[in-house]
């Protein structure tokens, strides 16, 4: 069994790299599409109406945020009719919230200018856009509950391979509607809204195949109770979402109102890249998240210990590597992929942006073990206080600096000091506590990241001073040079004795 559980884990690590490199590649090419051909401003639309989106989500989170982990809980402990109780309470509950959202979705849509800048001529497209992704928004709540699958198996290969299809599906969509028609952005919102509908089917055929036990569509098995025991549990991570959305998700609506909608555009391309790589390495990190969760179920701490250790390893060399190609070569990458925008302020905004990410990336897989042990309480009170603090300075600094780059500098960097706060005094300690280990557990490896990264971004720095100032090569050789560079200072500094021999061993198997 435990082969069977470290193979599938291997596997949906491969497949979740892979289609985290297709998510990736695919979104910076639609922005570039876009802000190409549309305008950097246009973009800005786009990434406001995700964040307006994700301030919907809140509403969903307290019911959704913790489906798996009851799910999963009573599948391990043979359960089935809590189960089915679960699922099915959680799905019905969704559609009535998806109608129930529906109404106020409409009245935001109709008075939207009168709630942000918008220029006069986009006023159509961008109402047009904000319907398309409320749509969206309900698919996704509607359909949350069925993967819970493929993460009951262990199979979040699957989840991956078909995130590979939508966007592929997502990016043809969107240059046959180009090709065909006159650009508009609310053509993304058409391939977005297509793209989750085919997810949603998919993901019905993954509950009758992988787990036939769940009867799905059965309103026998709708139950007050399970509802509330979820909600009760899942309300905190209202809190979190919360705590998020004013960190990191009302900073296009912030420079929207007190800057310009064209600031706007320029601090959205600049995050598209931060956001890209915070949602990456959470997304890998949950390669591992069945796998932790299952052992603890099992009441194997070493087994839920060993996952996180493997997680946090790997995160990291995949963390350094990112962090530090955008940090010594950021300028080039904006100056080939949106040649017309100032890359100088570009790059500015961006690397100020992840600078928490130093911290906090490697760390991802922390956040679930709030969730297995089901002590999501104090991270989320930790979060929403944390979230209010750094927008009340935010907003203050607005009113007291005339400069709009100034102002756009600081609406990036305050959260990032927020998160290196977090990253070091709480993520690690209350992490430590939940799971009834040594306080200091996390800080030797963190301090091993932390030396690792430094070192690659000033041997990269001080290297790629002599590697070919065209852009394109250039750029492509200095992400090869900090990639090796990576990977070697993760081995030597990171990795332990005797991961440096696990790994190997691996290599070599799969060499093989």
């Given at each position: 069994?435990?082969?069977?559980?470290?193979?599938?884990?291997?596997?949906?690590?491969?497949?979740?790299?892979?289609?985290?490199?297709?998510?990736?590649?695919?979104?910076?090419?639609?922005?570039?599409i876009?802000?190409?051909?549309?305008?950097?401003?246009?973009?800005?639309?786009?990434?406001?109406?995700?964040?307006?989106?994700?301030?919907?989500?809140?509403?969903?989170?307290?019911?959704?945020?913790?489906?798996?982990?009851?799910?999963?809980?009573a599948?391990?402990?043979?359960?089935?009719?809590?189960?089915?109780?679960?699922?099915?309470?959680?799905?019905?509950?969704?559609?009535?919230?998806?109608?129930?959202?529906?109404?106020?979705?409409?009245?935001?849509?109709?008075?939207?200018?009168?709630?942000?800048?918008i220029?006069?001529?986009?006023?159509?497209?961008v109402?047009?856009?904000?319907?398309?992704?409320?749509?969206?928004?309900?698919?996704?709540?509607?359909?949350?509950?069925?993967?819970?699958?493929?993460?009951?198996?262990?199979?979040?290969?699957?989840?991956?391979?078909?995130?590979?299809?939508?966007?592929?599906?997502?990016?043809?969509?969107?240059?046959?509607?180009?090709?065909?028609?006159?650009?508009?952005?609310?053509?993304?919102?058409?391939?977005?809204?297509?793209?989750?509908?085919?997810?949603?089917?998919?993901?019905?055929?993954?509950?009758?195949?992988?787990?036939?036990?769940?009867?799905?569509?059965?309103?026998?098995?709708?139950?007050?109770?399970?509802?509330?025991?979820v909600?009760?549990?899942?309300?905190?991570?209202?809190?979190?979402?919360?705590?998020?959305v004013?960190?990191?998700?009302?900073?296009?609506?912030?420079?929207?109102l007190?800057?310009?909608?064209?600031?706007?555009?320029?601090?959205?391309?600049?995050?598209?890249?931060?956001?890209?790589?915070?949602?990456?390495?959470?997304?890998?990190?949950?390669?591992?998240?069945?796998?932790?969760?299952?052992?603890?179920?099992?009441?194997?701490?070493?087994?839920?210990?060993?996952?996180?250790?493997?997680?946090?390893?790997?995160?990291?060399?995949v963390?350094?590597?990112i962090?530090?190609?955008?940090?010594?070569?950021?300028?080039?990458?904006?100056?080939?992929?949106?040649?017309?925008?100032?890359?100088?302020?570009?790059?500015?905004?961006?690397?100020?942006?992840?600078?928490?990410?130093?911290?906090?990336?490697?760390?991802?897989?922390?956040?679930?073990?709030?969730?297995?042990?089901?002590?999501?309480?104090?991270?989320?009170?930790?979060?929403?206080?944390?979230?209010?603090?750094?927008?009340?300075?935010?907003?203050?600094?607005?009113?007291?600096?005339?400069?709009?780059?100034?102002?756009?500098?600081?609406?990036?960097?305050?959260?990032?000091?927020?998160?290196?706060?977090?990253?070091?005094?709480?993520?690690?300690?209350?992490?430590?506590?939940?799971?009834?280990?040594?306080?200091?557990?996390?800080?030797?490896?963190?301090?091993?990241?932390?030396?690792?990264?430094?070192?690659?971004?000033?041997?990269?720095?001080?290297?790629?001073?002599?590697?070919?100032n065209?852009?394109?090569?250039?750029?492509?050789?200095?992400?090869?040079?900090?990639?090796?560079?990576?990977?070697?200072?993760w081995?030597?500094?990171?990795?332990?004795?005797?991961?440096?021999?696990?790994?190997?061993?691996?290599?070599?198997?799969?060499?093989?």
């Amino acid at each position: 069994m435990k082969k069977q559980m470290d193979g599938g884990t291997t596997k949906n690590l491969v497949f979740k790299i892979i289609s985290l490199g297709v998510t990736f590649i695919v979104t910076i090419l639609i922005t570039r599409i876009i802000v190409n051909t549309i305008g950097s401003e246009v973009n800005g639309y786009y990434s406001l109406a995700n964040d307006f989106v994700n301030y919907a989500m809140i509403l969903s989170i307290a019911l959704n945020s913790m489906g798996n982990r009851f799910i999963t809980m009573a599948f391990y402990k043979d359960d089935i009719n809590d189960v089915n109780g679960y699922f099915n309470s959680i799905f019905f509950a969704n559609i009535f919230l998806g109608i129930a959202i529906a109404a106020p979705m409409i009245g935001v849509i109709w008075k939207l200018d009168t709630l942000i800048n918008i220029s006069l001529e986009l006023l159509v497209d961008v109402k047009i856009l904000f319907a398309l992704m409320f749509a969206n928004f309900i698919v996704i709540i509607v359909s949350s509950v069925f993967s819970v699958a493929t993460f009951i198996k262990n199979r979040v290969d699957l989840d991956s391979l078909r995130i590979i299809e939508s966007y592929g599906l997502r990016i043809v969509l969107l240059l046959l509607f180009f090709k065909i028609f006159t650009p508009k952005i609310y053509f993304l919102g058409v391939a977005v809204l297509i793209s989750n509908i085919y997810i949603f089917g998919i993901n019905i055929c993954y509950v009758k195949k992988l787990t036939p036990e769940i009867r799905i569509f059965d309103t026998k098995y709708f139950t007050v109770p399970k509802l509330k025991e979820v909600i009760n549990s899942g309300i905190w991570n209202s809190f979190t979402r919360i705590g998020a959305v004013l960190l990191n998700g009302l900073d296009l609506l912030i420079a929207n109102l007190y800057v310009s909608s064209t600031a706007m555009g320029v601090l959205s391309v600049s995050k598209t890249f931060p956001k890209l790589i915070l949602s990456s390495m959470s997304g890998f990190a949950s390669a591992f998240t069945p796998k932790i969760t299952i052992e603890y179920a099992k009441n194997n701490l070493d087994g839920c210990l060993k996952a996180i250790e493997k997680s946090v390893n790997l995160c990291a060399v995949v963390s350094i590597a990112i962090q530090s190609v955008l940090i010594v070569a950021g300028k080039d990458i904006y100056a080939v992929w949106v040649p017309a925008q100032d890359s100088n302020q570009l790059y500015a905004l961006s690397t100020i942006a992840t600078l928490g990410f130093l911290i906090i990336m490697p760390f991802e897989c922390l956040y679930t073990v709030f969730t297995v042990t089901n002590k999501i309480k104090v991270s989320s009170i930790y979060l929403f206080l944390e979230a209010v603090a750094t927008i009340v300075l935010v907003l203050i600094s607005m009113n007291v600096v005339k400069d709009e780059f100034i102002k756009l500098c600081l609406i990036a960097g305050v959260s990032s000091i927020a998160e290196i706060i977090r990253g070091v005094l709480f993520l690690p300690l209350y992490s430590a506590y939940c799971l009834n280990i040594k306080k200091t557990y996390f800080y030797q490896p963190m301090i091993k990241i932390l030396v690792a990264n430094t070192v690659v971004i000033l041997a990269g720095m001080l290297v790629c001073n002599f590697i070919s100032n065209d852009r394109l090569i250039g750029l492509v050789i200095k992400c090869l040079v900090i990639g090796c560079l990576s990977l070697t200072a993760w081995y030597f500094i990171v990795l332990s004795e005797m991961e440096k021999i696990e790994y190997i061993s691996i290599f070599r198997r799969y060499l093989k």
